[in-house]
């Protein structure tokens, strides 16, 4: 049975009627790794794996949730003290408080979701879970909040009700993604492109570690916090810095005994990365795979090496795919785990993923998973 229909099954046990459906997706990153809390560039697709959740106003000040994954229910109110305890009915709370912060109506609700987005896997599931109820109450209660601010709903989201304080990548793709393209977005302005994505000869295909580390939303908040105050020491120097991403390598250089070595290895991956976004855009357009694998590569030593968010099974996915002649390869994600992201050339696809799944079992005693990408629609009404 697909995950609509044993949703709306759920739903008509549990509310005696239909809900109205909505879905949203999970992300990929082509390259642009924590660069958008920076200000930076990040160039990220929606999924064809996501959330979908059926819905119904109820007529109360109640909202009552049921996840099937975990197959778990939960009620709350909608006040700032009716926050639940349970992790995932936190989004769903989170969602509805943003909503009305921003002065949206938000009244009570039915809503039963499921989702088949791999979990831990660093492909966004939880700004899926976000962008499909913000989408949805949206469009429920008719509020006209605006595409941006429904991102950003799902950011708010994760900082004020779950302790990650996220960039808007995640949300942002979750909610414009649109099929078989990916999107450049300047976190700073704001202002996005979508470029089609139809590599010629090659696949894109993840490499799920399934390993998820312990501790990655404060390590994920330590790593800002590095970023913000590299930020402020170059700020003294050239106070037009509002962001890492607006300083220049040597301004950086600068201040390097200023602040802790450690920032300043954080602020250097920064500062590399945002161009390299650029890069692989401009080599995008003319076709020049080799060029985005290789920056690709660059992004992983800089994630393994400088910001130090890979671990040992990612840089051993990573180094077999160099010792193989993957054309690019590298941790994808927020990181402490998960996924690398592999663009393979057609020819090379199957002996790759033959190899990668052996040696990875062989070294860790457990087996990799492999999702094929492909980019698809983000949040919608079915
Ligand atoms: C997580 C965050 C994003 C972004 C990435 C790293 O996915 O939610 O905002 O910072 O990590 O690029």
């Given at each position: 049975?697909?995950?609509?229909?044993?949703?709306?099954?759920?739903?008509?046990?549990?509310?005696?009627?239909?809900?109205?459906?909505?879905?949203?997706?999970?992300?990929?990153?082509?390259?642009?790794?924590?660069?958008?809390?920076?200000?930076?560039?990040?160039?990220?697709?929606?999924?064809?794996?996501?959330?979908?959740?059926?819905?119904?106003?109820?007529?109360?000040?109640?909202?009552?949730?049921?996840?099937?994954?975990?197959?778990?229910?939960?009620?709350?109110?909608?006040?700032?003290e009716d926050a639940?305890?349970?992790?995932?009915?936190?989004?769903?709370?989170?969602?509805?408080?943003?909503?009305?912060?921003?002065?949206?109506?938000?009244?009570?609700?039915?809503?039963?979701?499921?989702?088949?987005?791999?979990?831990?896997?660093?492909?966004?599931?939880?700004?899926?879970?976000?962008?499909?109820?913000?989408?949805?109450?949206?469009?429920?209660?008719?509020?006209?909040i605006d595409k941006?601010?429904?991102?950003?709903?799902?950011?708010?989201?994760?900082?004020?009700?779950?302790?990650?304080?996220?960039?808007?990548?995640?949300?942002?793709?979750?909610?414009?993604?649109?099929?078989?393209?990916?999107?450049?977005?300047?976190?700073?302005?704001?202002?996005?492109?979508?470029?089609?994505?139809?590599?010629?000869?090659?696949?894109?295909?993840?490499?799920?570690?399934?390993?998820?580390?312990?501790?990655?939303?404060?390590?994920?908040?330590?790593?800002?916090?590095?970023?913000?105050?590299?930020?402020?020491?170059?700020?003294?120097?050239?106070?037009?810095?509002?962001?890492?991403?607006?300083?220049?390598?040597?301004?950086?250089?600068?201040?390097?005994?200023?602040?802790?070595?450690?920032?300043?290895?954080?602020?250097?991956?920064?500062?590399?990365?945002?161009?390299?976004?650029?890069?692989?855009?401009?080599?995008?357009?003319?076709?020049?795979?080799?060029?985005?694998?290789?920056?690709?590569?660059?992004?992983?030593?800089?994630?393994?090496?400088?910001?130090?968010?890979?671990?040992?099974?990612?840089?051993?996915?990573?180094?077999?795919?160099?010792?193989?002649?993957?054309?690019?390869?590298?941790?994808?994600?927020?990181?402490?785990?998960?996924?690398?992201?592999?663009?393979?050339r057609n020819e090379?696809?199957?002996?790759?993923?033959?190899?990668?799944?052996?040696?990875?079992?062989?070294?860790?005693?457990?087996?990799?998973?492999?999702?094929?990408?492909?980019?698809?629609?983000?949040?919608?009404?079915?």
């Amino acid at each position: 049975m697909n995950m609509q229909t044993r949703i709306q099954e759920k739903f008509r046990a549990l509310f005696g009627e239909d809900g109205i459906l909505y879905a949203s997706a999970g992300r990929i990153n082509l390259i642009g790794e924590h660069t958008d809390y920076n200000g930076g560039y990040v160039f990220p697709g929606a999924i064809d794996c996501g959330i979908v959740a059926a819905i119904r106003l109820n007529g109360t000040d109640k909202v009552n949730v049921c996840s099937l994954d975990y197959d778990e229910c939960c009620s709350f109110g909608l006040r700032e003290e009716d926050a639940p305890e349970k992790a995932w009915a936190r989004y769903v709370f989170g969602v509805c408080r943003e909503t009305l912060k921003r002065g949206g109506k938000v009244e009570g609700f039915n809503a039963v979701f499921a989702g088949d987005v791999p979990l831990g896997a660093g492909l966004s599931s939880s700004a899926a879970l976000e962008s499909c109820f913000a989408f949805a109450l949206n469009d429920l209660f008719a509020n006209g909040i605006d595409k941006f601010e429904l991102a950003r709903i799902g950011q708010s989201t994760e900082h004020n009700y779950c302790g990650v304080k996220c960039g808007i990548m995640d949300q942002f793709a979750s909610i414009f993604g649109q099929e078989g393209k990916l999107i450049r977005l300047n976190c700073k302005t704001m202002e996005y492109k979508y470029f089609p994505f139809h590599p010629e000869g090659y696949r894109l295909v993840l490499i799920d570690s399934c390993v998820k580390h312990e501790l990655a939303s404060s390590a994920y908040n330590r790593r800002r916090a590095s970023c913000e105050n590299a930020a402020a020491a170059i700020r003294k120097n050239h106070p037009e810095v509002e962001f890492l991403s607006d300083a220049k390598r040597v301004w950086l250089d600068e201040v390097r005994a200023d602040i802790p070595e450690e920032d300043f290895l954080r602020a250097e991956y920064v500062i590399g990365e945002v161009q390299r976004v650029l890069d692989v855009c401009d080599a995008l357009e003319r076709g020049d795979y080799e060029t985005v694998g290789e920056m690709m590569y660059q992004t992983h030593f800089g994630m393994s090496r400088l910001y130090e968010v890979s671990c040992e099974e990612l840089d051993f996915l990573n180094k077999l795919a160099r010792k193989m002649d993957v054309t690019g390869s590298r941790v994808m994600g927020g990181g402490f785990g998960g996924c690398t992201i592999n663009l393979v050339r057609n020819e090379l696809y199957d002996s790759f993923i033959a190899a990668a799944k052996k040696e990875f079992e062989a070294r860790f005693g457990h087996a990799p998973k492999v999702y094929d990408v492909v980019i698809s629609d983000g949040a919608r009404r079915l």
